[in-house]
């Protein structure tokens, strides 16, 4: 189809689809010319992808003609690719309000609200159609349109959210600034805020009642923090179990913010699913997650744009500092943790402003050893596999979400190519291209 056309199409065909389509809706036959899908170690040649409603029905031999009763779309100069998932977003902040946290006490929630849409929808029109949210200040507005984008009534990935922080007072969750009173923050920025087991038990009680998908702990201290130390322990192994207890008993899996060697012992002596950052883990912490299985989720763009905007938007010295400490420690921890097998999660945190960035991040892990199918990997069917969502997301197969990317090239010869996508299709529905 001439590009014209397909431009023409688009418009036509996003015109008929502001809702969520209906589970047997209208047959979409997407034509590939390459496909990635997510699990294979090869790309595989031309198919076609057929999605009935919101879930693929068959993916076939390039050359198939398409059913009668479908809508074709035509991507034959295209290399396909499972939508790509984010473990590690916070889609309420944006990382330049790191210049003055104290934002965060008068920001009024319609505010919180609307930036959380904006960066939900920006989200998703770079390639990435599910994210975890990972830990928030404000955990009801995440809720609220974790719930909207699922009646398809706003554009954004599919959410998954641990809602409050789960950190001790004064912790790198917690939201106490040098020189106010804690009265000053609002009482729903607290909610995960506890010291010792039987608090911390109780409190994840109230999280996973509030609607959280899976509980994340501060178990060490924060870079975009004050006082505290990265690689310091802040919750003890004791407080950290009581957590995991509390969410494995509801089917919930626990993800720990650690930076420190031990801590991180600490969190996966405790039976977290996963750590993320890792930055200062050291040989035997490492050793630890591999023979545990404990994935590490690693944020090794976000340090770079930390360290290119943060003083020109006036950042604390504090944190630049503890960026400094943190980027290229974190990156040395990346080479050695891929060699030693432990599972590596696709992650930004919120270094990623204004939340479009997300893709930038491929380009470190390939230049720090990681193979561009193992890279693509730690986006979809890796990151799906430790979300327990792998029978819905994480690979272009028959059952799942017809969730799935395009762009122009090869990009397992030029990792680089996911910073742009040119087509994102979410459920079957169209949402964007940038032909
Ligand atoms: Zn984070």
């Known amino acids: ?132 949210n990972v ?77 959280a998908d899976m509980i994340k702990v501060i178990a060490s201290g924060a870079v975009f923090a004050f006082g505290g130390v990265p690689g310091e322990p802040e919750m003890t192994q004791e407080e950290i179990a009581a957590v995991v207890e509390v969410a494995h008993a509801a089917g919930l899996r626990v993800t720990a913010h650690a930076h420190g060697a031990q801590s991180i012992k600490d969190a996966i002596l405790a039976g977290v699913d996963s750590i993320e950052h890792a930055s200062l883990a050291d040989d035997e912490a490492i050793a630890m997650a591999a023979e545990h299985g404990v994935a590490f989720s690693m944020d090794v763009y976000n340090g770079t744009y930390t360290a290119e905007v943060g003083e020109e938007l006036g950042y604390p010295e504090e944190f630049m500092r503890k960026n400094e400490e943190t980027t290229e420690a974190q990156r040395i921890v990346f080479e050695k943790a891929y060699a030693a097998g432990v599972p590596i999660l696709y992650g930004t945190d919120a270094g990623v402003s204004p939340h479009g960035y997300n893709g930038r991040q491929f380009e470190i892990m390939v230049a720090r050893g990681m193979t561009p199918m193992d890279a693509i990997r730690s986006a979809t069917s890796l990151a799906a596999e430790h979300m327990d969502m792998e029978p819905d997301i994480g690979a272009i197969e028959a059952g799942r979400y017809g969730d799935l990317i395009a762009l122009r090239g090869d990009p397992l010869a030029d990792i680089t190519l996911l910073q742009s996508i040119d087509v994102v299709i979410k459920g079957g529905e169209l949402v964007s291209i940038d032909p």
């Not at 034959?76 to 998932?85: D, H």
């Open 1 to 132: 189809m001439p590009r014209l056309a397909v431009l023409l199409f688009v418009f036509l065909f996003l015109a008929a689809c502001q809702k969520a389509p209906d589970p047997d809706g209208p047959l979409l036959a997407v034509h590939c010319g390459a496909l990635i899908d997510g699990m294979a170690d090869e790309a595989l040649g031309a198919r076609l992808v057929l999605i009935e409603g919101e879930r693929i029905k068959a993916i076939l031999p390039g050359d198939t003609a398409p059913p009668d009763a479908s809508t074709s779309v035509d991507l034959e100069e295209y290399t396909c690719l499972p939508g790509l998932i984010d473990t590690h977003t916070h889609i309420a902040l944006v990382h330049d309000d790191s210049s003055d946290l104290t934002i965060y006490y008068r920001r009024p929630i319609e505010e919180t609200l609307a930036m959380t849409e904006r960066n939900a929808e920006i989200t998703l029109n770079a390639g990435f159609t599910t994210v975890r």
């Open 135 to 211: 830990g928030d200040y404000f955990p009801e507005a995440i809720i609220d349109v974790r719930e909207r984008i699922r009646r398809g009534e706003l554009p954004g990935p599919r959410i998954q959210t641990a809602g409050s922080y789960m950190t001790i007072p004064g912790g790198g969750g917690d939201l106490v600034v040098p020189g106010h009173d804690e009265s000053e923050i609002p009482p729903g920025i607290r909610i995960g805020v506890a010291r010792g087991p039987e608090q911390f038990r109780d409190k994840t009680r109230t999280v996973i009642a509030n609607g």
